[in-house]
Structures are given as structure tokens and as C-alpha cells.
């Protein structure tokens, strides 16, 4: 009998080697499959309570952890509250990170590379594994009057405003309205932060989007400096180019005429593009944008950063576009000012004035200053960097806009701008989508005109001003105006 | 394997025995599991555990006792059995103990100290058993007797007022506050049932027969008694939903069948019939199909339940060996908890994340060397009896292992079973050291030198001296 014995013996070693093989996959070559699963409540629950960076504006923490003493050991609480929520985001057990919180979760949580002689230092002292710090590129004083601007507008207005440092794509103010309180979110009551998720989630002013980026809207005349850029580039045209300035453009192909806005001529049949811009003129504009080819449109509005995902400390982003119109001339002069299919976020607005106020190169939006350990030593430094290799204009184009825009504030429909003893360039939008709906008011600006350090833009989806009442320079001008002095002063 | 063999003419290997051996790894594996209690205080409280001194000397006073019996009463037997066997254990009550404390302290549990008691009955019945079995042969002499014991063990849960559901699985008694599981001592039985009816019938099944269609088919006097006993089993696990000790039963059998009657077709016939019984069993019994369902997707069934089925349990094990890894989290570190009845049927998981992989690959080789050492038992045994017996008993131990430990890692569907020394559970423990000391009674039966029989020259010098020999030895 000793022969099938030794068979046995022989199959239950293979017993016990298929045992050993399939504990050393599970274990060992599926761990991270396992481990990087939503799901999987031990890594999600080890996530949430632990005690994780800061996310630091100047010296102040507008998020950071907390001891807790329920059944997380840390709670993660939001100093910055609804003033920051669209940048901080916000960590939470049931629904995961947004905003800062989602795209630094590798260092906030000290899992980075970066942090890795950090955590071999944790592992020896046998201290718990800490988070590293991320600092904002965010200047709190312009936040604070972005913030306030907006939220004067009314409870249930829908805006965002954003700032940008032109020099570096730093940017220095991001707000939206509505907005949220982050640690109700993050709250280590799992039931109430789900009872308020749903809440916000079911509101229809949409608190949980941030405007600034996620919204990308009909930017209206605030895309004339892009035709206006076009056509000095592409036209060769200046300042004190004439162009038509008649009440109405005759569309070809349509029976409907392009009007202004108040349906009266611009100040003559023939203006200088500076009149042009300073009133906004859509018949103008409407007549370059059909002088202009598609793809000329294309390349100009691609070199401020349509139709790119430029942004990575944050998302995701809505994309700016400017359409394909196939040649469609009166498709092509409602695009021109604004109209049509083109979209833009406030973002790509603000950026836009950035690069006219940056000699016509546009940088790279970031706003991850500095991600610091946890005692505080420079990891990482933001860089600043151009969007694309070649500026979106020339150095002469970017003046003769300068001084167009700033003329704009100075005579034009932009004065709600204006500062006291500081050259400001601006320009307004008013956005009509469809005659039922409100138009959409934008404002973009920057200051001071000839050494620039700031660019802004205001967006104001929906508000509860009178439709006729609705124009850019009104209700986003001072609020431009206010996050401009903001980082002047 | 009759008559002498000549001391003087041919050497004959003679096993030494190892006894001193036996209490070094003792005491290694005492190391082991004292340590791995202080390890649990330290890790889980921060402090070494106020009952250490009583819980060490309680667990070396009853290692010590069990190797001072096996000293006296089986002094060949093999000396690496014990200490492996120890090892698990004390690992076993180390990890309840750290599930015990894992628990809210409301619930006030104390498995691992209902554990140790039942430890210490297993050691008393591994000592009473070395004493009341002096020679394995004679547990031939209760083949149909452990036959009929096995099914009456079966059929225990199944009456009312004693039996007791639980889990859907009606495979318990409850005697007054004591629950046990019948099916663990029936599979002893079972064990010396199959060994005892084929160690007198393996000829008969080897060579008589009629061939059909090429196959030697045995006779069904010599195979039917076996067959029916073995189908009343295994009806009555089916009926009581129990899986695991189904596939345990029917794996004892249809091994035993094969080293007895040395022939390789019962393996066949055997994993055909199983296939098919597989197939038949998935058409037709629901809790069958889920199983297999959850095994396949696990994650169709978790977080949330379908139609009442749940994967959580298995994927709460997967999750904890994942998140232990190599080496682990660390006693305390982990959140075994998570994992439903983590000290019973899935306390590897609870391991691997606590201990690891490494841990994990510890203990599968101490079952492997278990089994290992049975078989090689088995193979030195002298008597066919013996060898049938510790194949059995080897066998059992492999495929347990193999199914509970398949079913949680998911190698292979889940099937409810403990794992044999590791798990929570009294009547598996207490089972599982009776298996040892069977175990070490037929190693040391077959490791004990043989009786030297005079040689011809000193019976002829003494002509009258009258030669007594023990009965054992005339029976080889």
C-alpha cells in the first residue's frame, strides 16, 4: 500500500502549494487591486481618520485636522468655510475629496513620493505617518473682496470670480456663489454629512459646482478682445482702424439682421476699433468676425487656452471652446462677439485679459504655491509656466490692446472699474442666450495697466436683477474693481 | 510482514525515540505561543497581559503533561507531531484572544478562555486515549460499531429539543449550556470505520470481481456495507446543509478506497462521481448555487446583499489580507473585526491581516508537515490496519485544511469548517487531539524496535527455555 501512499503524500503537497500560491496572490500580487478599491472600507475608513496636512492661504489654515473623539480619530474641519469651499473642497467619508483636498490627497495624506524620506523618518521614530502642507497661491485680502463682491448680490445668485497674477498664472482669487459649508460634509457623523450632501446635491443653484471653472457659459462681448486680438494680428489692423460701426450688420444666408445692443449705431458708419471695443460694438465685431477666417478665430482664441485643461491643481474643468463654423459667415460674426457655440469659463476669461496684461504671453494657471512637510520643509515649489511655446499675441498687439481696454474703463462701458489714480483696463459682456432666460453679465479686467498684477474676471450666470438692469459693467465691475484694489493697496 | 526478522543476520533500521527531540521543539513552540499572547497585550492594550504568568503556566503545565504521556505511554511515537500541533494551538488562542479584545467591551467575550478549556479536555483525551489504546489494532476489533456510532453522531442534530440550528446549518447539539458538533467525532469514527472494513476487505475489492466494459467492478457484498453507511452520511449532511464535512467525508472515503484497494480507477470513478455530484447539487439546491455565485463574483454580492445573499464575510477576509500583506499590520493594528465569525471558519484571514502572508505561509507549512508526517506514518506502519487508519486520519487533517482555508482565501467555493487546532470551536479542538494521538499511537507502534528473537544458537543452548512473546508480535 505504500505506493499510493506516497501518490497521497505527493497530492497533498499539491494541496497545500495551491494554498500557498493563491494566499501569496491575494496577498501579495492582487493587494493593491484590493486595497485601491472605493469599497473597501478599511482603507477608505484608515483614509478619512487619519490626521492629514493642512491647506494653508498666507499662514492660515482654511483646512485641517482636527482630534476627534467619535470612532475617527481625526476630523477634518474647514476654517476657510464657504469662502474657500470651491477651492479647498472638501473630505468625506461617503463621497470622497474634491477640489484641493482630491488633487493633493497624495501629500495631504503623506503618501506622496515626495514625502518618502518624511515617512522612512516616521517609520524609525515610530510616529504616526503625518501629512504634508499645501500652500495657495490665493491672496487672501483679494479673496475676501471676490467673496464679498458676490455674495452682495443676493442669496440666490449664481457668479463666480476669479483672478489671476499675470506675470505667473498664479491665481490669486477664486470664488462662486452659491457655495457650501465643507464641514458639513466632512463631518464624522457619516449620517448628517449624507442628510447634507443630498441636500446640496438636490439644490437647483447647484452650490457644489465651482462656478469659475466648471461653468462654462456664452462669454458675450468680453470675447471681442480675442476678435480684436485676431484682427490686429491677422488684419494688421491698430487702435485707429476704422471699421463699421452701423446699427445693424446684414447677416448673409439669414433673413435676421446682427443688431446692438440698444439697436443704435455705434457713433457712425465708420469708428475706430478703439470706439469700437469702448461701446461694443457687435455690428463691428460681427463685420471683423466675418473678415476673419474660422481657423484665424481658432488659433487666437487656442492661444489664450480654448480648448485646452490647463489647470491641474483643481478640477475637473469645463472646457472652453470656440466652434467650428464651417465657413458660415453669419455663424462666424455671432461668434465673433461672443455668441453662437463659443463658451468660456471665468477662468479662461480672466486669462485672457492675463496675457493681454503679460506682453501677450499667457501662463499656466496654478494654485499650488509651496507643499511643505510636516515640519515644514520645501517639498515642492510651484513653477510658473506658459500655456504654449509661442505667446498668444504679439508684444505690440498686447499694447495696442492695453491701451484699447483701458480706454474701454476710461470712456467706454467699463467705468464701474475704474480706480482712483491707478489705469485700469477692462471690458464688459452681456451674453444673451435665449429670450427667456437671463443674459449672462461678464466683466474682465486688469490693473494697473502698465505694470500689471492682476487680471480678473466675473461671471454672473443668474441674479435677481431686473433683465433690463442686466449688463457686465454693473454687476461685475465692482466687484472687478474691488479684488483689483484688493491687490493694489 | 509475519515471522521474525533475524537481529544478527540483516541490519534492520532501528528508530530512535526522539523523545528529547520532541521537548526542544515544545518548547520552541511554547515560545511561540506565549509570545504571540504577549504580543496580542502589547500590540492591542499596550501592556503584557495581567494573566500572563497563570496563562503561560496553564498552557506548559498541559504541553508538558501531554509529553510526559507520550514519554510514558508511546515513547516511539514521532516527536515532531506534538510540537506542531502545540504551535497551532497556542497561535490559535493568541489570535481569539485578540478578536475577544477587538469586540466591544460590552459584550464582555471570552472565547479564547472557553478555548483553552476546551484545549485542556483535547490534552486529557490525548492522554486518555494514548492510555486506553495501548496497541491501534485493537480499534479494528470496533469497525461496525464506530460505523454505526458515526451515523448515530450524525443524526443527534437532527432531533429536536437537542439539536440546535445555527446559521442555517443544523449540525449542532446543546446539552444544558455545552453546544458541540457531533459530525467533528463521527469523522473519527468514520475514519477507523473505512480502515478497519477495508483492511480486511481490500483483497477481496482489489481482485474479486466481475470485469465489465474493461473495469474491474468489486463485488457488492464487499463493497455495499461500506457504500451504505458512507450514502447515509453524506445523505444526512445534505440534509443538514453541511457542505464542508460533506466534501471532508467523501474525500476520506474515496482516498482510503484507493490506498487500500491500490488502484488508481477509484480516484477517477471517484472525482467523476464528484463532478457530477457537484453538478446535481448546483441544479438542485439553492444554498449550493449561492455559494458557487459568490465564489465566482464575489463583488456582485457586496456592499449590498442580492436577494438576500451576501459575499461580505468573504470579501471582508479578502480585504484583510490584502491590507496585511507581506508582513502585516501588526497585532492590534488591523480590524479584523470586520470580518464576520473571524475566530472560527475565517480566522486565516484574520491572520494574514494582522500577521500576514508570512504568517500564513508558517502555518500552511505546519499543516503540510502534519500531514506530511502522517502519511510517512502511514507508510512505516506495519500492519494494514494502521497504515489505512493514519492515512485516514492524515487525510482528514489535509482536506480540512485545504477546504476552509481554499473556501476563505477563494481558492475554491466556501464551505463552512474550522481550521483544525487554529479555529474557535470545542468539538473540532478536542476532535483534532483525539486525531493526534491516534496518530501517535500508530507511529509509535510502527517506530518501536522489533522484538529480537533468539538466535538458533541460544535455542539450542537452551532446549527447554520457553520463548514467551507478546501477542502483538505474533500477529505481525
Redesign the interface.
Known amino acids: 500500500?505504500?505506493?499510493?501512499?506516497?501518490t497521497?503524500?505527493v497530492g497533498?503537497?499539491i494541496?497545500?502549494v495551491?494554498?500557498?500560491l493563491?494566499?501569496?496572490y491575494?496577498?501579495?500580487f492582487?493587494?493593491?487591486?484590493?486595497?485601491d478599491?472605493a469599497?473597501?472600507?478599511?482603507?477608505t475608513?484608515e483614509a478619512y481618520s487619519q490626521q492629514r496636512g493642512d491647506i494653508l492661504v498666507g499662514k492660515k489654515a482654511v483646512a485641517t485636522s482636527v482630534p476627534s473623539d467619535t470612532k475617527f480619530e481625526w476630523q477634518r474641519t474647514y476654517p476657510g468655510g464657504k469662502k474657500y469651499a470651491p477651492i479647498t473642497g472638501f473630505m468625506s467619508y461617503s463621497y470622497g475629496q474634491t477640489g484641493i483636498e482630491r488633487t493633493q490627497d497624495s501629500v495631504l495624506s503623506g503618501k506622496d513620493n515626495k514625502l518618502f524620506t518624511n515617512r522612512l523618518v516616521d517609520l524609525v521614530t515610530n510616529s504616526e505617518p503625518a501629512g504634508g502642507n499645501v500652500e495657495l497661491t490665493i491672496d487672501p485680502k483679494v479673496q475676501d473682496a471676490a467673496y464679498e463682491g458676490l455674495t452682495a448680490l443676493g442669496e440666490d445668485v449664481q457668479a463666480a470670480a476669479v483672478a489671476i497674477e499675470p506675470s505667473t498664472g498664479k491665481v490669486l482669487a477664486m470664488a462662486s456663489t452659491p457655495t457650501y459649508n465643507p464641514d458639513r460634509l466632512a463631518n464624522n457623523d457619516i449620517t448628517a454629512a449624507q442628510k447634507s450632501y443630498n441636500q446640496l446635491s438636490k439644490d437647483e443653484d447647484e452650490p457644489l459646482l465651482n462656478r469659475s471653472i466648471q461653468t462654462a457659459l456664452p462669454p458675450g462681448s468680453t470675447f471681442k478682445l480675442v476678435t480684436a486680438a485676431a484682427a490686429i494680428e491677422d488684419l494688421g489692423m491698430d487702435g485707429d482702424s476704422m471699421v463699421y460701426g452701423g446699427a445693424s450688420l446684414d447677416l448673409p444666408g439669414t433673413d435676421v439682421n446682427l443688431p446692438n445692443l440698444n439697436g443704435s449705431s455705434c457713433g457712425g458708419e465708420q469708428i475706430t476699433l478703439t470706439r469700437a471695443l469702448e461701446v461694443s460694438c457687435n455690428t463691428a465685431f460681427g463685420q471683423l468676425g466675418m473678415e476673419l477666417t474660422d481657423e484665424q478665430m481658432q488659433d487666437q482664441a487656442e492661444g489664450f487656452g480654448f480648448g485646452q485643461d490647463y489647470l491641474d491643481d483643481l478640477g475637473p474643468l469645463a472646457v472652453s471652446k470656440y466652434p467650428d463654423n464651417g465657413g458660415d459667415k453669419a455663424k462666424q460674426a455671432r461668434a465673433a462677439i461672443g455668441q453662437q457655440d463659443v463658451i468660456a469659463t471665468p477662468l479662461q476669461m480672466a486669462m485672457v485679459s492675463a496675457g493681454i496684461a503679460n506682453g501677450g504671453e499667457v501662463m499656466k494657471p496654478y494654485l499650488v504655491d509651496r507643499v511643505t512637510s510636516s515640519s515644514l520643509d520645501v517639498i515642492d515649489q510651484g513653477n510658473p509656466t506658459a500655456i504654449d511655446n509661442q505667446p498668444a499675441v504679439s508684444q505690440d498687439t498686447a499694447e495696442i490692446l492695453t491701451d484699447m481696454m483701458v480706454s474701454t474703463v476710461e470712456n467706454g462701458t467699463a467705468t464701474a472699474a475704474a480706480i482712483d489714480g491707478v489705469s485700469v483696463a477692462g471690458k464688459t459682456g452681456t451674453a444673451q442666450t435665449t429670450p427667456d432666460r437671463p443674459p449672462y453679465a461678464w466683466f474682465t479686467s486688469f490693473a494697473p495697466a502698465e505694470n500689471p498684477s492682476i487680471a480678473v474676471a466675473v461671471m454672473v450666470q443668474k441674479s435677481g436683477t431686473e433683465r433690463s438692469e442686466i449688463a457686465g459693467g454693473r454687476l461685475g465691475g465692482p466687484i472687478a474693481k474691488a479684488m483689483m484694489e484688493a491687490a493694489i493697496s | 510482514m509475519s515471522g521474525f526478522t533475524p537481529a544478527s543476520s540483516t541490519p534492520v533500521f532501528v528508530h530512535r525515540s526522539r523523545r528529547g527531540a520532541e521537548l526542544v521543539l515544545l518548547i520552541i513552540a511554547l515560545a511561540v505561543g506565549i509570545g504571540a499572547y504577549v504580543a496580542v497585550g502589547l500590540g492591542v492594550e499596550g501592556k503584557i497581559p495581567v494573566d500572563i504568568v497563570g496563562y503561560g503556566t496553564w498552557l506548559v503545565l498541559l504541553l508538558v503533561a501531554a509529553h510526559i504521556g507520550v514519554r510514558l505511554m508511546a515513547p516511539y511515537a514521532d516527536p515532531v507531531l506534538l510540537p506542531l500541533v502545540a504551535m497551532l494551538n497556542g497561535v490559535g488562542l493568541a489570535v481569539i484572544h485578540r478578536l475577544d479584545l477587538s469586540r466591544p467591551a460590552a459584550e464582555n467575550a471570552d472565547f479564547a478562555g472557553q478555548q483553552l478549556t476546551w484545549m485542556t479536555l483535547g490534552v486529557v483525551l490525548f492522554l486518555v486515549t494514548l492510555f486506553l489504546v495501548p496497541d491501534h489494532r485493537m480499534l479494528q476489533r470496533f469497525t461496525y460499531t464506530a460505523g454505526f456510532a458515526a451515523v448515530v453522531m450524525l443524526i443527534l442534530p437532527m432531533l429536536p429539543f437537542i439539536g440546535n440550528e445555527i446559521n442555517g446549518a443544523r449540525i449542532w447539539i446543546r446539552l444544558g449550556p455545552v453546544s458541540f458538533q457531533p459530525g467533528e467525532v463521527a469523522k473519527v469514527l468514520l475514519v477507523i470505520c473505512f480502515a478497519g472494513y477495508l483492511a480486511v476487505h481490500r483483497d477481496a475489492l482489489a481482485l474479486a470481481g466481475r470485469r465489465f466494459a474493461g473495469i474491474d467492478l468489486p463485488r457488492a457484498r464487499d463493497l455495499g456495507p461500506l457504500l451504505m453507511m458512507w450514502a447515509i452520511s453524506l445523505a444526512i449532511l445534505v440534509l443538514q446543509r453541511d457542505l464542508g464535512s460533506s466534501l471532508l467525508f467523501y474525500g476520506l472515503f474515496v482516498v482510503t478506497l484507493y490506498v487500500a484497494t491500490e488502484r488508481k480507477g477509484w480516484i477517477v470513478v471517484g472525482g467523476l462521481l464528484f463532478a457530477g455530484g457537484v453538478f446535481a447539487a448546483i441544479s438542485l439546491f439553492s444554498h449550493v448555487r449561492v455559494r458557487v455565485l459568490t465564489w465566482l463574483n464575489p463583488f456582485d454580492y457586496y456592499p449590498e446583499a442580492v436577494n438576500g445573499t451576501s459575499s461580505e464575510q468573504l470579501v471582508q477576509g479578502l480585504f484583510g489580507m490584502a491590507w496585511g500583506g507581506m508582513i502585516g499590520r501588526g497585532f492590534g493594528s488591523g480590524e479584523p473585526w470586520r470580518i464576520p465569525y473571524a475566530n472560527s471558519d475565517f480566522i486565516i484571514p484574520a491572520i494574514g491581516e494582522e500577521l500576514g502572508l508570512t504568517a500564513i505561509l508558517a502555518l500552511l507549512l505546519c499543516y503540510g508537515l502534519i500531514v506530511e508526517r502522517g502519511l510517512r506514518t502511514a507508510i512505516v506502519a506495519r500492519d494494514d490496519f494502521g497504515k489505512l487508519l493514519s492515512v485516514g486520519l492524515a487525510t482528514s487533517i489535509a482536506l480540512q485544511t485545504f477546504v476552509v482555508v481554499g473556501g476563505v482565501t477563494g481558492l475554491i467555493p466556501l464551505t463552512g469548517l474550522t481550521t483544525p487546532f487554529l479555529s474557535y470551536g470545542g468539538s473540532s479542538l478536542v476532535a483534532n487531539w483525539v486525531i493526534v494521538a491516534l496518530l501517535l499511537r500508530v507511529s509509535d507502534q510502527s517506530r518501536r524496535p522489533l522484538p529480537t528473537a533468539p538466535s538458533d544458537e541460544d535455542l539450542a543452548a537452551e532446549e527447554t527455555q520457553i520463548v514467551k512473546l507478546d501477542k502483538g508480535a505474533l500477529n505481525r
Open positions: 500500500m505504500n505506493r499510493p501512499i506516497r497521497l503524500s497533498c503537497l494541496l497545500f495551491a494554498l500557498m493563491n494566499v501569496t491575494v496577498q501579495f492582487k493587494a493593491n487591486w484590493y486595497n478599491r469599497d473597501n472600507r478599511r482603507v475608513e
